[in-house]
């Protein structure tokens, strides 16, 4: 059973906390940080390590952000960090609160980012435990992969590998499909949850591909596999076009409607997700639907907050008393007027619509159930 009161107070109590350990102006910087107030992605909330990537892949969409290819770490300490996230309204606190996925800006553990990363796994597993996620293309050698290990009792690793046939095309500066399976030995090895990330997929992708990557890496200790679509902007289009992408006409075809801008327009791939489905199940990999599914077994922990649900155990998710979901609000300044129970909690809530989102997301992680508000 979990209150869901009590999650607050522990919020309340770590950010006084780690105020006491903060310099003024310290506590100023990590106060208005984006981390104190960016709304969660579906797979939990995303810490920014640092900003840019040497690696230059042709299909990453953070250059049509406005980063670069100089790396550079992000400003805060640890400390600041795990203040600013714990001040985050719509973050829940501790290894039932929001996961927290590191890498989507960034490469987390190129040398210019690496020691921030470790200093952000550390600091903040020590005084938040929330479950924490990276996905990384780096060559963890075993010093580093036992540094990580060292960092955190538990973390989630994902490690990305797409191709093995047009990675020097695709991924330019990263290190080679050999190495990251040695990353995925070398992080199993140090005993950190592993798990293939193929994503995004590529149109065009063979079934020899898929079975070669899935294999090599369940041998060298993946615990499963993560699987994405691609995801194209105009520029992106553009930059593949200028290498001769093999693929562009298939790439083309599955794009629906108009790619215009930095927008990123998923392309349909349904097809493909299905042959590699298929193909995983056969070489017995586990499939988990999502980054977070994968970070929440590595934590032990079950969830049914989203329609891909239920992960893990569903006789292992948390009681709770539907009367605090009620008195939540209070703490949001929102009214709380009706709570249906059920597969998805459904709530009946008046207030400013912000707040209400807040009150969600920090619902649905203690919960770990879809909460559905309506005004
Ligand atoms: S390693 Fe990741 S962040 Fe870096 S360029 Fe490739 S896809 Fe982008
Ligand atoms: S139910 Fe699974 S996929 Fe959905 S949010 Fe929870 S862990 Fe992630």
Same mark, same amino acid.
């Given at each position: 059973?979990? %209150? ?6 522990? =919020? ?10 903060? $310099? ?7 106060? =208005? ?10 797979? !939990? ?25 100089? &790396?550079?770490?992000?400003? #805060? ?28 800006? @960034? ?10 990363? *470790? ?8 005084? *938040?435990?929330? &479950? ?27 490690? @990305? ?7 020097? *095309? ?16 070398? #992080?199993?090895?140090? !005993? ?22 899935? $294999? ?39 794009? &629906? ?14 097809? #493909? ?16 639907? %999502? ?10 922990? $079950? ?37 249906? &129970?059920?597969?998805? *909690? ?30």
């Amino acid at each position: 059973m979990i %209150s869901l009161l009590e999650a607050w107070e522990k =919020k309340r109590e770590l950010l006084s906390m780690l105020k006491e350990k903060l $310099s003024q102006s310290e506590f100023e910087e990590s106060k =208005k940080d984006p981390h104190s107030l960016r709304p969660p992605r579906p797979c !939990g909330l995303t810490v920014h390590t640092g900003f840019g990537c040497a690696f230059c892949c042709v299909y990453c969409y953070i250059y049509d952000m406005g980063f670069t290819s100089k &790396p550079r770490p992000y400003p #805060l300490s640890g400390l600041q960090i795990s203040y600013a996230i714990s001040s985050n309204p719509s973050v829940a606190i501790g290894v039932g609160g929001t996961p927290l996925a590191f890498g989507a800006i @960034t490469e987390p553990f190129m040398d210019e980012s690496r020691k921030k990363t *470790l200093e952000y796994i550390s600091t903040i597993s020590s005084y *938040l435990g929330n &479950p924490i996620q990276f996905s990384t293309k780096t060559f963890i050698e075993r010093d580093l992969a036992s540094e990580i290990r060292k960092s955190a009792e538990k973390v989630s690793a994902l490690v @990305t590998i797409v191709t093995t046939s047009l990675y020097k *095309l695709l991924e330019p500066k990263a290190p080679s499909p050999d190495e990251r399976f040695m990353s995925i030995e070398n #992080l199993s090895r140090a !005993g950190v949850h592993t798990v293939l990330f193929l994503r995004p997929i590529l149109p065009g992708m063979k079934i020899d591909e898929v079975e070669e990557i899935v $294999s090599r890496s369940l041998d060298a200790g993946a615990r499963g596999i993560v699987v994405g679509s691609m995801r194209v902007t105009e520029k992106m289009i553009r930059r593949l076009k200028c290498i001769n992408y093999p693929y562009m006409d298939d790439l083309l075809k599955r794009i &629906p409607g108009m790619v215009r801008g930095d927008k990123q327009v998923t392309l349909r791939m349904n097809d #493909l997700k299905k042959m590699v489905y298929d193909e995983a199940w056969k070489l017995g990999a586990r499939i988990y639907p %999502s980054a977070c599914a994968a970070n929440m077994d590595a934590h032990g922990i $079950s969830c049914n907050a989203c329609d891909m649900g239920p992960c893990g155990d569903p006789d292992n998710l948390p009681g709770f008393e539907l009367d605090e979901v009620r008195a939540l609000g209070k703490y949001y300044e929102i009214r709380v007027e009706k709570v249906i &129970p059920g597969d998805a *909690l459904k709530i009946k809530a008046s207030g400013d619509k912000m707040r209400i989102k807040q009150f969600v997301e920090f619902a649905k992680w203690v919960t770990k159930r879809k909460v559905l508000a309506k005004s």
